[in-house]
């Protein structure tokens, strides 16, 4: 696959604000996890270097197909998913070079994102204490598979393997007999979200203790870590909760249900709820095995019946109607272009416009958190979104800024931007 190995020449974005504005963030990481914590750091407006292989860069450049643009540069949607608001600079971390402009980038960077297995940091010569060295401030999330230590700690770690041993798969599916991925890599993504929430956990306590921390997470601990009510079923009642298909475990009637011409969702979450919605649909809300939520919990398939042939008369669009006029909560199961397309996915900034550097302008999904001056007076969510980036794109720049500030002796409180 062809990549870009010239500076970019166009002007960068101006500073975009935001909560992280004049932070320095520099991602070592790749494929997902790590990558999707840096850029959630950066739609809260730090300034985000993507450290990447020369030649290659981030391995999921050449995750696809589907591959969108010209064919001789064809460009992965996989690597636009998870490197907004980004630069790129392409560093081999073996050579001197390399290894020189990383030891720069630190000594004035705030946080410091890697995924490497445990161990291959500190061959590079960039061990926590070596980082710490360099510039005590630093805050570093290391994202591993398994977890840094413990007896399997030097496994791989990748998304769907960790699904199953994590348990989830067993969750998920129509049947035990069917075990299933979540459709995103879900464990990837909990695993950054994670990572993020620690940097600023650390951040906010460097402001305390002027020093900075190493915050650890891993696809493993991020999944088990949202077990939720499943866990504790196992830890404390002592079941083993098997895949059921789409229908709550622990509250009925609660699922996807068959309607006249397809399917609609409602979940009946109240005993209150459940009276309402059993008299405008002729169920017999006291009868024995319907009269409580765990006696419904008990007779999940006659509950799924009953349901079923009280829909059987209605289309989803006069269902969904009827049921949202008496408070029931429903919805239909939309395919992701019309998510995309859906005003009120637009309304809350959920889809971001940006002008890429070979694609030309293209929307991408946005980032999920808004922030608001007091009173709601004004929204200060960072608004303008830098496309991913082609590789090595500010290598120039970077290292132009980097002569242009001199060496540095630890994080900057305000990180200045890069030339112009």
Same mark, same amino acid.
């Not at 020189?100 to 926590?128: C, I, K, Q, T, Y």
């Not at 809350?348 to 709601?376: K, M, N, T, W």
């Given at each position: 696959?062809?990549?870009?190995?010239?500076?970019?020449?166009?002007?960068?974005?101006?500073?975009?604000?935001?909560?992280?504005?004049?932070?320095?963030?520099?991602?070592?990481?790749?494929?997902?996890?790590?990558?999707?914590?840096?850029?959630?750091?950066?739609?809260?407006?730090?300034?985000?270097?993507k450290?990447?292989?020369?030649?290659?860069?981030?391995?999921?450049?050449?995750?696809?197909?589907?591959?969108?643009?010209?064919?001789?540069?064809p460009?992965?949607?996989?690597?636009?998913?998870c490197?907004?608001?980004?630069?790129?600079?392409?560093?081999?971390?073996?050579?001197?070079?390399?290894?020189?402009?990383?030891?720069?980038?630190?000594?004035?960077?705030?946080?410091?994102?890697?995924?490497?297995?445990?161990?291959?940091?500190?061959?590079?010569?960039?061990?926590?204490?070596?980082?710490?060295?360099?510039?005590?401030?630093?805050?570093?999330?290391?994202?591993?598979?398994?977890?840094?230590?413990?007896?399997?700690?030097?496994?791989?770690g990748?998304?769907?393997?960790?699904?199953?041993?994590?348990?989830?798969?067993?969750?998920?599916?129509?049947?035990?007999?069917?075990?299933?991925?979540?459709?995103?890599?879900?464990?990837?993504?909990?695993?950054?979200?994670?990572?993020?929430?620690?940097?600023?956990?650390?951040?906010?306590e460097?402001?305390?203790?002027?020093?900075?921390?190493?915050?650890?997470?891993?696809?493993?601990?991020?999944?088990?870590?949202?077990h939720?009510?499943?866990?504790?079923?196992?830890?404390?009642?002592?079941?083993?909760?098997?895949?059921?298909?789409?229908?709550?475990?622990?509250?009925?009637?609660?699922g996807?249900?068959?309607?006249?011409?397809?399917?609609?969702?409602?979940?009946?979450?109240?005993?209150?709820?459940?009276?309402?919605?059993?008299?405008?649909?002729?169920?017999?809300?006291?009868?024995?095995?319907?009269?409580?939520?765990?006696?419904?919990?008990?007779?999940?398939?006659?509950?799924?019946?009953?349901?079923?042939?009280?829909?059987?008369?209605?289309?989803?669009?006069?269902?969904? +109607?009827? %049921? &949202?006029? *008496?408070?029931? #909560?429903?919805?239909? @199961? =939309?395919?992701?272009?019309e998510?995309? !397309?859906? /005003?009120?996915?637009?309304?809350?900034?959920?889809?971001?416009?940006?002008?890429? +550097?070979? %694609? &030309?302008? *293209?929307?991408? #999904?946005?980032?999920? @958190? =808004?922030?608001?001056?007091?009173?709601? !007076?004004? /929204?200060?969510?960072?608004?303008?979104?830098?496309?991913?980036?082609?590789?090595?794109?500010?290598?120039a720049?970077?290292?132009?800024?980097?002569?242009?500030?001199?060496?540095?002796?630890?994080?900057?409180?305000?990180?200045?931007?890069?030339?112009?």
């Amino acid at each position: 696959m062809n990549q870009h190995t010239t500076p970019h020449t166009t002007p960068d974005p101006e500073p975009a604000g935001g909560p992280l504005a004049g932070t320095l963030v520099v991602d070592l990481s790749r494929a997902l996890a790590g990558p999707h914590a840096g850029m959630m750091l950066a739609d809260l407006g730090a300034r985000v270097i993507k450290v990447e292989t020369p030649g290659t860069g981030d391995d999921t450049r050449g995750w696809g197909p589907p591959f969108v643009g010209p064919e001789d540069d064809p460009q992965a949607t996989y690597f636009l998913s998870c490197n907004r608001n980004k630069e790129s600079v392409a560093l081999d971390l073996k050579s001197e070079d390399g290894a020189r402009v990383l030891r720069e980038l630190v000594a004035r960077a705030d946080v410091l994102v890697e995924n490497f297995r445990p161990g291959v940091l500190d061959r590079l010569g960039f061990s926590v204490e070596e980082l710490h060295r360099l510039n005590p401030r630093l805050v570093v999330l290391s994202i591993t598979g398994f977890g840094h230590d413990g007896p399997e700690s030097r496994r791989s770690g990748y998304d769907q393997i960790v699904q199953g041993e994590a348990g989830l798969m067993s969750l998920t599916g129509s049947g035990p007999e069917d075990p299933q991925r979540v459709g995103v890599p879900i464990a990837d993504l909990l695993a950054g979200m994670n990572g993020a929430y620690g940097v600023l956990a650390a951040l906010y306590e460097r402001t305390r203790t002027g020093a900075g921390k190493v915050v650890r997470t891993s696809l493993l601990s991020s999944v088990v870590g949202v077990h939720a009510f499943q866990g504790t079923r196992t830890t404390v009642a002592h079941e083993v909760p098997l895949a059921q298909g789409n229908h709550h475990p622990s509250i009925a009637p609660y699922g996807l249900f068959s309607c006249r011409g397809g399917k609609v969702q409602i979940s009946v979450g109240s005993e209150k709820l459940w009276r309402t919605f059993a008299e405008a649909f002729g169920l017999e809300a006291d009868r024995p095995e319907f009269a409580t939520n765990a006696d419904r919990v008990r007779n999940r398939p006659a509950v799924i019946a009953a349901v079923e042939q009280a829909f059987s008369a209605h289309e989803p669009v006069e269902l969904l +109607e009827r %049921l &949202g006029r *008496i408070g029931i #909560p429903a919805g239909k @199961v =939309r395919a992701l272009d019309e998510v995309y !397309a859906w /005003e009120q996915v637009r309304s809350q900034g959920l889809v971001v416009g940006v002008d890429h +550097e070979v %694609l &030309g302008p *293209i929307e991408l #999904p946005g980032p999920a @958190v =808004r922030f608001f001056a007091p009173g709601d !007076a004004a /929204e200060t969510t960072r608004r303008a979104h830098a496309a991913p980036p082609v590789l090595d794109q500010h290598g120039a720049t970077v290292r132009a800024w980097l002569d242009a500030t001199g060496a540095g002796s630890g994080a900057a409180t305000e990180t200045p931007e890069p030339p112009r």
